[in-house]
T-cell receptor, first 112, second 117 residues
Framework: AQSVTQLGSHVSVSEGALVLLRCNYS??????LFWYVQYPNQGLQLLLK??????LVKGINGFEAEFKKSETSFHLTKPSAHMSDAAEYFC??????????FGQGTELSVKP | SQTIHQWPATLVQPVGSPLSLECTVE??????LYWYRQAAGRGLQLLFY??????ISSEVPQNLSASRPQDRQFILSSKKLLLSDSGFYLC????????????????FGPGTRLTVL
């Protein structure tokens, strides 16, 4: 069975600092992995997805994630945080039938 | 391009009252459709999904039901709301099954904030 664990329910960084949001997955089959962002009172927006084409995946808004099979990880990074990056971020793994299993989310705060 | 709509955007209902939330998708055909609930401070819980008209699968036994009367319409209902039904309800769609069922991402609607008093 697939599962996702996001380490840290809250992460705070200063503007311009590196953003690192952690995601570990469990899957008995090669996974499809996704990162979504949610701004307050809005739906989820896809940041990027891993579909086995390349281990380093670039997404929107300057985010990227690296798939590491040996570590069962798919951490999300951004070199320089911007105030507009403050939001909640969800990692998800696809399971049978295309359904998604989401992590509990990480709330990112960006300090000026 | 494809768009997904949900309404209403916000809803305040008394305990015991009925519920109907609607989701429609434009610009695609035969999508897979999903209803999620997001309780305060928690992740997303998949409630129902549908691969076609009249085909509904329930993930969690509960006070809610879903229907898909048309290809691009998905409705979430309840006959009698409970306090625990409060939350943020999200509808999502995905391109229909392909050779790699999990390959395609889900696209989410703007959500409905439900408060049951």
């Amino acid at each position: 069975a697939q599962s996702v664990t996001q380490l840290g329910s809250h992460v705070s960084v200063s503007e311009g600092a590196l953003v690192l949001l952690r995601c570990n997955y469990s899957s008995s089959v090669p996974p499809y992995l996704f990162w979504y962002v949610q701004y307050p009172n809005q739906g989820l927006q896809l940041l990027l997805k891993y579909t086995s084409a390349a281990t380093l995946v670039k997404g929107i808004n300057g985010f990227e994630a690296e798939f590491k099979k040996s570590e069962t990880s798919f951490h999300l990074t951004k070199p320089s945080a911007h105030m507009s990056d403050a939001a909640e971020y969800f990692c998800a793994v696809s399971r049978q039938g295309g359904k998604l299993i989401f992590g509990q989310g990480t709330e990112l705060s960006v300090k000026p | 391009s494809q768009t997904i709509h949900q309404w209403p955007a916000t809803l305040v209902q008394p305990v015991g009252s009925p519920l109907s939330l609607e989701c429609t998708v434009e610009g695609t055909s035969n999508p897979n459709l999903y209803w999620y609930r997001q309780a305060a401070g928690r992740g997303l819980q998949l409630l129902f999904y549908s691969v076609g008209i009249g085909q509904i699968s329930s993930e969690v036994p509960q006070n809610l039901s879903a229907s898909r009367p048309q290809d691009r319409q998905f409705i979430l209902s309840s006959k009698k709301l409970l306090l625990s039904d409060s939350g943020f309800y999200l509808c999502a769609w995905r391109r229909g099954a392909s050779g790699r069922a999990g390959y395609n991402e889900q696209f989410f609607g703007p959500g409905t904030r439900l408060t049951v008093l």
